[in-house]
């Protein structure tokens, strides 16, 4: 049922480099959203999109950054990865007021 | 910051038990959301309710609307091995209708000894 995906599911990165966490779903849903959280810890929200080309930064302030160019299409760039972004990034979608379905996440490790 | 106080943080219980969680919070919502998360995995949306005083079952899960519209309660029946996981509350809180903003509850643990 939930159409979202997330790439990649695992990341190992040094620090310094670029990254992007690539996030597409098919349902066709306005709201997209990123979350952060470190294992069995609650979900952070870091960065939300209601539109195309309209985005908010979450609750967590957070050094990476998005862009919303296409409905389907939320990518989440690290200009500089560090050690300190090392963790688990799940991105969802909804209807905004309705069910949010969940990509499986992107296991984030920068060495 | 975060407006969502879920509770009881973490729950070790008997296989067979029944389980209650609940979330509240200073402001009103219009939607809850109940998820479960495995590890390394994300979460799967449970169950969704969208009316004060709405009461919704699936399976053994059931969860219901606050009438107050600041709190929501999941109950898991029977509880077996395969029910062990960190549950979720989200919610959308009435002041971000406009923009969806969706924010969760801190989780609650489940452990099921058999």
């Known amino acids: 049922e939930a159409d979202i995906y997330q790439t990649p599911r695992y990341l190992v990165i040094g620090t310094g480099k670029k990254i992007t966490l690539e996030c597409s779903q098919t349902m066709g849903h306005d709201k997209m959203y990123w979350y952060q959280q470190d294992p069995g810890m609650e979900l952070h929200l870091i960065h939300y999109?209601?539109?195309?080309?309209?985005?908010e930064k979450g609750d967590l302030s957070s050094e990476s950054t998005v862009s919303r160019i296409r409905t389907e299409h939320f990518p989440l760039t690290l200009e500089s990865a560090r050690p300190s972004h090392t963790s688990q990034y799940l991105c969802a979608s909804s209807t905004g007021g309705g069910r949010a379905f969940f990509g499986q996440g992107t296991r984030l490790t920068v060495v | 910051g975060q407006q969502l106080n879920q509770s009881p943080q973490s729950m070790f219980i008997q296989e067979g038990e029944d389980v209650s969680m609940n979330c509240t919070s200073s402001s009103i919502f219009n939607t809850w959301l109940w998820y479960k998360q495995d590890p390394g995995e994300g979460p799967v949306l449970l169950i969704a309710l969208y009316k004060a005083g709405e009461l919704t079952s699936n399976g053994r899960l059931t969860a219901q609307f606050g009438i107050t519209r600041k709190d929501s309660f999941l109950n898991i029946s029977a509880s077996i091995p395969s029910d062990v996981g960190i549950y979720f509350c989200?919610?959308?809180?009435?002041?971000?209708?406009?923009?969806?903003?969706?924010?969760f509850g801190q989780g609650t643990t489940l452990q099921v000894k058999p």
């Open positions: 999109s209601y539109g195309v080309n309209s985005t």
């Open positions: 989200a919610g959308y809180p009435i002041f971000s209708s406009n923009t969806g903003k969706l924010i």
